[in-house]
């Protein structure tokens, strides 16, 4: 694997835990605001359509047609998800709620 091919992998790692931590915390903050709200419907469906339109949209651009880069930036999507986990725990053990 030459130089410029790790480093685009690298690149691409980093931005699927970008749009990892966009999609989870959007998750996080959508739920905090969304059971506050009068209408949570649309707070839910609101935030599905937009963190799904930018996580794939990511995707697509990140891959640029190579399925390595595509899962570079999986993984980091995936790995994102452990961290915002790992990061909202105490919050949701404040709230009382189940792990």
Known sequence: MKMNEALILG???VAGVLLGAIFFGGLWWTIRKGMASQIPALWFSGSLL???????AGFYFVSGGHWQRLLACLLGFV???WMVTFLTRPAAEEAGHAP
Do not use: P, V
């Open 50 to 56: 937009l963190r799904t339109g930018i996580a794939l």
């Open 11 to 13: 690149f691409s790692w």
């Open 79 to 81: 790995m994102a998800r």
